[in-house]
């Protein structure tokens, strides 16, 4: 610790009790509360990192967080330890570069979308795309052709995008300048990307992938193939989603030589602070230096973990777990609808009544994320609050949801929409705040999505139609929260719309 801060030198006077920051007490209540942890950071609150790292990093996190100094290098023009911590983090996720990212996989999204496409351009993307595809769509200017992908008729999820897809899509806009996917997806679907790079690569145009729940995938011959491994060209990786570095960095890797690096860099020098947090790109620093000590040896760990509490929660009556061939078992969905449990309702039910908090719900699922900072004790922790569920008998919310329910709402969210205007012009154009209820026939100014997982429902430039406003009402009704909508000033909803565009 600094010598600023030990005893008798506060010169503030200010005790903890009386710091009334809202946010940072709000923390401090979530670390008293300590629930088991199923959401993001992987780090799941610090047993991500070795003891004597973490032990090193804790005391010297002031001191740390600093800014373009002697020795320090600079994100921006690495030719320090920035460019050689990089080049270790390429080594280590099978890279042949990669750039560290302070502003999450959002950036790097934007980042990959704008090295590949300018203005006006077509870019084939997912329907079920996280909102910053649309966000990166926006930025450059450019023509979304969507891509639809197939749902699980009895999950009710997306399973991924079938190689036909794209290849309608290239066939109907040959003139498109990249291919972006999504893979695996919030519930751990993966599918063989070799064939669309392929198909990508005979176009002459580049496969974008992002795999923002990947980062952990390179690591284990158990876990699905990355897309760096199939040989994609750009893959942007939340390190802190499943691996041990801090909320908000994430790494972009580079693959062949399709991708000039130094456009990648101006692009990134754009798009992220000209003040990177040093704490965070240390922290991708570490997480990289665990995996490539260590990596093989914790998926073991975290793959046990996931196979004991599937195995535990498959004699736990009524209960559900997701299991498909080629996924990635570190993600684990469940389903209480035969229990007569919705998903939402599960989610608030394992916070509430046992402290443990998942990462994601939907009408029927909960998803928790395991990681290697899972141990026996908190995996148990989950399946013992699923079996004390379960033992408190059927709530009989049938009525309210049915098995069935969450396919029908996912092939609603990702239906075709009338487009009206191009995503950047609905953004860029006068807008005006309008009651939902009086939203059909108006042309949508903002994304409207479901959040987590951030997929959206309608993209900017899209006219709302009486199906959208009963989705939402739906989705409402059993508990998910959206981006896009706001309260109103008489409680009711709001939505921003393009101004005076009608249908
Ligand atoms: C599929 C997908 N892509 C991109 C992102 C954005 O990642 P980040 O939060 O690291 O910016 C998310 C975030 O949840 C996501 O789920």
Known sequence: MSKHFGAGNDPLHIRLDEFSAPLFQALLAYQRLAPVRFHM??????????LEVAEAFRRHMFGMD?????????????????????ALAARTFGADHTFFLTNGTTAGVHAMIMTTCKEGQKIVIPRDAHLSVIGGVILAGLVPVFVYPTIDPEWGISVGIPLEEYER?????????????????????????????????????????DEAHGAHLHLHEDLPLSAVD??????????????????GSSMLHLVGNRIPPDRVQRMLAI???????????????????????????LMEKALELSARARKRLAEVEGVRVLDRPGMDRLKLTVSMVNRGIAGYELKSKLMDEYNVRVELADFENVVAFITYADTVETVDALVDAI???SEQGDRGV???????????????????????????????????????????????????APYPPGIPLLYPGEVIDSEHLDV?????????????????SDGGLVVTVVKDVKR
Request: one cysteine or more; hydrophobic letters at 40%; proline letters at 6%.
């Open 41 to 50: 950071p992987g780090h799941k609150g610090g047993p991500g990192y070795p």
């Open 66 to 86: 600093v800014t373009e100094t002697r020795g320090l290098d600079n994100l921006h023009v690495p030719s320090g330890v920035i460019r050689d911590a990089q």
């Open 169 to 209: 899509a290239l066939k109907e806009h040959p003139d498109a300048k990249a291919c972006l996917i999504t893979r695996p997806n919030y519930y751990g679907m993966a599918w063989d990307l070799k064939p669309l790079v392929k198909l990508c690569h005979d176009h002459g145009i580049p496969l974008l992938v």
């Open 230 to 247: 199939m040989g994609a060209d750009m893959v942007v990786q939340s390190t802190h989603k499943t691996l041990g570095s801090f909320t």
């Open 271 to 297: 798009l992220q602070s000209t003040s990177p947090s040093y704490l965070l790109m240390t922290s991708l620093d570490i997480a990289a230096t665990v995996v490539r000590m260590r990596g093989h040896q």
């Open 387 to 389: 079996k004390g569920l």
């Open 398 to 448: 049938r009525a309210r949801v049915h098995a069935g329910d969450q396919a029908r709402f996912t092939s609603a969210l990702f239906a075709p929409a009338e487009r009206a205007l191009l995503p950047r012009q609905a953004t860029l154009a006068a807008h005006e705040l309008i009651k939902l209820s009086q939203a059909e026939g108006r042309v949508c100014a903002e994304v409207v």
């Open 472 to 488: 939402i009402d739906t989705a409402l009704s059993l508990g998910a929260a959206f981006r896009g909508l706001a309260a109103g």
